[in-house]
């Protein structure tokens, strides 16, 4: 083969990708994957589906992480691309202003009218860096507060204000941040008066567990945070864009005004890796409080043209669609039904999210004969029912979820937001049928649960 050819490539090397990633990338994924038996071929997908090899189609539950927030290959999304490419744009000069990146800014900031500028990077995490960034430099405080069990992206800033020590061990120091629980204002309140608090970063649904901000919480810290010269960072990096419900989370409960607010994933219909800081006029305007800062917050990928096309087209699908309403009705659909089994089931414990966010909740059964198969994981290590339960969701139903992060018994939800009665069928049957396995007690399942005691394997993010 001369010069490059994409489809040649893919067909003599297509089915490699294993045997690569264990030779040259993370060697653990495919050990992982091999493991519990995930390791599949997709070949092909299209919006809240992928095939395999032998054309047998999955459901994705899981969106890429949520990316995939209109499932895949849009056609508007795509032929945005196509067009972005075809025009041939002067694309990242440095030293020009052009209009997709304005334009862009002007349609999200549209959707939170409070707020006045963004700032363009490439994914979550840098999302989450820059309002770490700007919160310390426009306070001229050092410390950011954040929940415990918080999720905001694993470079070493985001990683500082994560909430789980599974991800932070081995990396210290950390910048010098405190932990308070999701709720707590008392705890809030007690940091913000040591007076060096720059900001409180908050995921308005915490991603790991699915845990809905408690009632009134969002709007009581921000009165805290502003009494004490501190800033509200809302990380929608997840939880923006529709995924539950409202446009942004933090809009489900009246007068919550973030200073600012991340976003990432679903901007770009999963194509072009994208991430955006929304923010108010005052702290862009400390940040870049003259000319020769110009430059002291950028990124040589940031506003590029493929991603700032993809998502004006991806925020027009929204609006076309209607997809931030349209989740919000699929997901209390899909939610309600999955409530309605909490009686049928001993070991189904809890539904609970918002939209198309959904966690569900696995504990303790009350009858003899189970508890026993529940200790014996339980011992082993906590969240092996919850991924014992995944793995036939994949294997037998053909239907793709994740455990919602480490030592939990919850799997989290976060399908495409294009999911329809359909979907929610195929998903209550399935989840029914491995659930009425697991309460018979015997069978395959369980067995995979020993499976699982051995190798004490459980995968989660948050
Ligand atoms: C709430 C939240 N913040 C930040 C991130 C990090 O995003 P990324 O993986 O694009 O860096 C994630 C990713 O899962 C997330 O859920």
Redesign the pocket.
């Known amino acids: 083969m001369t010069g490059f050819d994409l489809t040649g490539l893919l067909a003599e090397r297509g089915t490699e990708g294993y045997e690569l990633h264990a030779r040259h990338l993370n060697h653990q994924l495919p050990r992982m994957l091999h493991t519990i038996g995930f390791d599949k071929v997709y070949e092909r997908a299209e919006g809240a589906y992928f095939w395999d090899t032998e054309g047998q189609d999955y459901l994705d539950m899981l969106a890429g992480?949520?990316?995939m927030g209109l499932g895949r290959h849009h056609p508007v999304v795509r032929q945005a691309l196509h067009d972005v490419l075809d025009a041939s744009l002067a694309d990242l000069t440095r030293f020009d202003c052009q209009p997709l990146p304005g334009l862009l800014a002007e349609k999200l900031l549209s959707h939170a009218p409070h707020l006045d500028r963004v700032f363009f990077g490439n994914?979550?995490?840098?999302?989450?860096e820059t309002a770490l960034k700007f919160a310390r430099y426009a306070t001229g405080r050092p410390r950011i507060l954040y929940c415990t069990h918080?999720?905001?992206?694993?470079?070493t800033g985001?990683l500082s204000v994560n909430g789980e020590d599974g991800f932070r061990d081995g990396f210290a120091p950390l910048l010098p941040d405190t932990a308070v629980e999701l709720g707590d204002l008392a705890a809030l309140e007690r940091e913000l008066k040591r007076g060096d608090v720059a900001g409180f970063v908050v995921?308005p649904v915490q991603?790991k567990g699915v845990h809905p901000a408690p009632p009134g919480f969002l709007r009581a810290a921000q009165e805290l945070l502003h009494r004490h010269k501190a800033l509200l960072i809302a990380?929608?990096?997840?939880?923006g864009l529709g995924r539950t419900g409202d446009f942004f989370a933090y809009q489900h409960e009246d007068g919550v005004e973030p200073d600012l607010v991340?976003v990432?994933?679903a901007l770009s219909g999963g194509y072009v890796?994208v991430?955006a800081t929304l923010g108010k006029d005052w702290i862009f305007k400390k940040v870049y409080s003259s000319m020769d800062r110009v430059l002291v917050h950028s990124a040589s990928f940031g506003s590029n043209a493929q991603a700032m096309a993809a998502g004006l087209a991806v925020l027009a699908v929204m609006e076309d669609e209607q997809l931030v309403a349209h989740a919000r009705h699929t997901g209390d659909l899909l939610r309600s039904r999955l409530a309605a089994l909490i009686d049928r089931y001993e070991l189904l414990h809890d539904v609970r999210g918002r939209g198309l966010m959904i966690g569900i909740e696995f504990g303790r059964p009350k009858s003899l004969s189970l508890r026993g198969r529940w200790r014996m994981l339980q011992t082993a290590r906590k969240g092996l029912f919850a991924q014992m339960v995944v793995v036939p969701l994949l294997q037998r139903h053909r239907i793709l979820t994740q455990v919602s992060g480490d030592h939990l018994e919850v799997i989290k939800l976060i399908p495409p937001l294009i999911i329809g009665e359909r979907e929610v069928d195929r998903f209550v049957e399935a989840f029914t049928a491995v659930m009425d396995d697991a309460h018979s007690g015997g069978g395959l399942m369980w067995d995979f649960g020993r499976t699982l005691v051995k190798q004490s394997l459980q995968v989660g993010?948050?």
């Open positions: 992480f949520g990316v994914s979550g995490t840098e999302a989450v918080a999720f905001h992206g694993l470079t985001s995921e991603g990380d929608e990096v997840q939880t991340c990432a994933k890796p991430g993010r948050g």
